[in-house]
């Protein structure tokens, strides 16, 4: 209990802090950056997978959900051997920085974006198919009809995919190395402290990443109920 | 204008999973009369139209689109379904939409529509979501699509079937001023009173067969097959 106390003690005063400030913004700047990333990718392939027909789809599917359960280490250490001095992508020299940092929580979400849009534009063009197809509109422009038609729903899906990306600690911290004022995020800083026994301050950055969590699912999901509201 | 009609089935028959659903259909749908496709439930009314329209693939014979247009066929036809498919954007977007797969240009796009929505009864409604409507609005809606399209020929499947008499009304009118303005009415219903309203002439389908057709009147007064008079009746088919 005196642990929580001083947590919420440690939270109030690191709210001040520059440090702490630092690191919450490269984690917002980091898990955000890879939520676009993994949506501009994810949304549009779903939405193919729903509505194109081809050899070999099924198990494309079945992949991609699968991929929804990536282990967040394994991708931290395949995006590692490939962004290592020795690797193919070695000569950008991209590891320990938060460019590295946002590919890999890219990578970690994108199939999950991937195969939730695929399952809720699926579900749609079973209601939509006939009639899009009777005005004229092949798959590639019904592809983009059915991703604005379900903007509201899918806002849900990149909102997973972001708070996916904004809890995990295994990938950032192979790729980024958790270097102070570098690639320090709260998921790092929080395992760093936890592990030196600082739980106090431990408890402290998670009660604010949690705080941050919450707040951007919630300003989301006040955007969405507004503008749902108006358009129907 | 260049037309797409007469529109000619020949032996038209489809299949799916092993069943035969629509047998050897030859018919031709010709400009004018108001054609209403009667039967009970599961005769192959739906089916029929989806085949004219071109939703599915006939798996024997051929449809065939007789006029100088006929290569651009797909574009002077439209369909209204049961249940209306609505995007969700405003009335008048929903109408837009149409228009700019059709191809028609941004300019000529607004005065169809304030005019489609007019002929509904929609304009008041413009930029309402058109999610939010009521069913049968959205059926008006649905008409103004294809108002705004100036097709030359329609396919309705059972529009009113979920409406109620109101609704049905508003829409039946609308069929109606179409039918007034020169598009070809094909409409399916299991109605004998819209039948009766409705159509000019008809054609009776059973067990994916058409087995009857008939001026409207010559049709009610006088059905040829035992199968139409039982229908006429109000009596149950076997399906």
Known sequence: ???????????????????????VLLSLRVSLSAVAIAAIIGLPLGAALAVFRFPGRRAIVIAVNAMMGLPPVVVGLIVYLLLSRAGPFGVFGLLFTPTAMIIAQAILIAPLIAALARQLVEDMWAEYEEQLRSLGAGAGRALWTLLWDGRFSLLTVVLAGFGRAIAEVGAVMIVGGNIDQVTRVMTTAIALETSKGDLALALGLGIILIALALAINATAFSINLVLRERQG | MSRILPLRLERVGYAAGGKTLVHDLDVMFEEGPRTVILGPNGAGKSLTLRLCHGLIQPTTGRIVWQGAASASAQRRQAMVFQRPVMLRRSVAANVDYALALAGVAAAERRARIADALEQTRLADLADRPARVLSIG????LALARVWALQVEIVFLDEPTASLDPGATRAVEAIVNAMDAAGTKIVMTTHDLGQARRMADEILFLH???LIERAPVDEFFARPRTREAQAFVRGELLPI
């Open chain 1, 1 to 23: 209990m005196s642990d929580l106390t001083a947590a919420f003690a440690s939270a109030l005063v690191f709210g001040l802090d520059a440090d702490l400030g630092r690191i």
């Open chain 2, 207 to 209: 067990q994916g067969r």
């Open chain 2, 137 to 140: 609005e959205q059926q008006r």
